[in-house]
């Protein structure tokens, strides 16, 4: 069965940093591009930031550009995204999802999202 | 702030038809760039509904189907069922933002 699972969201303090995880299954991982989405309780969805297959291409949404980090190990077949600075407004459940491999940004695999929660 | 606009709800009585409308620009719908459509129920995660304009996924009925006319697309509905209460977001490329955008969601409620 084709697999996303997120791992690692929780609470942590305006500034602190955190490291989301997603464990892929059922497909060949290095083949797809993955991305990150999110979504702030109660708003719409926001794209945040893409790895290639080889994880040597990465772009990001100007909101989290130059704070996260998107990094993959394709032997582990999972993709991180590292946190850092995070203010109140990175509030949200993160997905993971897998790009579809012929047609760019349609993401045709969602993991079930992990929340994160930035307060004081 | 989206680039692509969609109206925050629909909504119809079982068995009519709804359409769901994603307006863009140049930079994206209008640059050529393709439109992919995504169901979200209450609770869950998005799921892709239409990709390419006009393509569905496996297990998708065809009562869903996806159009694109220059700088906007859209997602109609027929024979609307209670199962279909759900959220919508289109989704696209800017070339002027270089980024993946999502449209601003349409909640599509069924009478």
């Known amino acids: 069965e084709v697999q996303l699972v997120e791992s690692g969201g929780g609470l942590v303090q305006p500034g602190g940093s955190l490291r989301l995880s997603c464990a892929a299954s059922?497909?060949?991982?290095?083949?797809?591009?993955m991305n990150w989405v999110r979504q702030a309780p109660g708003k719409g969805l926001e794209w945040l930031s893409y790895?290639?297959?080889?994880?040597?291409?990465?772009n990001y949404a100007d909101s989290v550009k130059g704070r996260f980090t998107l990094s993959r190990d394709n032997t582990k077949n999972s993709l991180f995204l590292q946190m850092n600075s995070l203010r109140v407004e990175d509030t949200g459940v993160y997905y993971c999802?897998?790009?579809?491999?012929?047609?760019?940004?349609?993401?045709?695999?969602w993991g079930q999202g992990t929340m994160v929660t930035v307060s004081s | 702030q989206s680039v692509l606009t969609q109206p925050p709800s629909v909504s119809g009585a079982p068995g009519q038809r709804v359409t769901i409308s994603c307006t863009g620009s140049?930079?994206?719908?209008?640059?050529?760039?393709?439109v992919h459509w995504y169901q979200q129920l209450p609770g869950t995660a998005p799921k892709l509904l239409i990709f390419g304009n006009s393509n569905r996924p496996s297990g998708v009925p065809d009562r869903l189907s996806g159009s694109k006319s220059g700088t906007s697309a859209s997602l109609a509905i027929t024979g609307l069922q209670a199962e279909d209460e759900a959220d919508y977001y289109c989704?696209?490329?800017?070339?002027?933002?270089?980024?993946?955008?999502f449209g601003t969601g349409t909640k599509v409620t069924v009478l």
């Open positions: 059922g497909f060949i991982f290095s083949h797809y591009q």
């Open positions: 989704q696209s490329y800017d070339s002027n933002l270089s980024i993946y955008v």
């Open positions: 999802a897998r790009e579809h491999v012929v047609v760019p940004a349609a993401l045709d695999i």
């Open positions: 140049r930079s994206n719908i209008g640059a050529g760039y393709d």
């Open positions: 790895v290639s297959g080889s994880g040597t291409t990465m």
